[in-house]
């Protein structure tokens, strides 16, 4: 199945924003709400590739041993 669209994550950490800054809301604060996204999803981004580079690592390991 082809993935057509894609559904908008602005808002996703709104929670997580207001708990992490104490601040009272993402609208009056947008600018900074969106330099906390971005950060949240370079983080996960960075994860996700360390965990696949070290997968990569422990298949390449299991291959040398064929």
């Known amino acids: 199945m082809v993935f057509i669209g894609s559904r908008s994550r602005l808002f ?3 929670e997580d924003f ?3 800054t ?3 809301n ?3 604060n ?3 709400y969106m330099q906390y ?3 949240r999803f370079s983080d996960q981004n960075h994860k996700l590739l360390v965990d ?3 997968e990569m690592r422990e ?3 299991n291959v040398k041993k064929l």
């Open 52 to 54: 696949l580079l070290n």
């Open 37 to 39: 996204v971005t950060a």
């Open 12 to 14: 996703e950490f709104r």
């Open 22 to 24: 104490g601040l009272p």
């Open 18 to 20: 207001i708990k992490d």
């Open 26 to 28: 993402v609208e009056d």
């Open 30 to 32: 947008l600018q900074l």
């Open 59 to 61: 298949l390449q390991k």
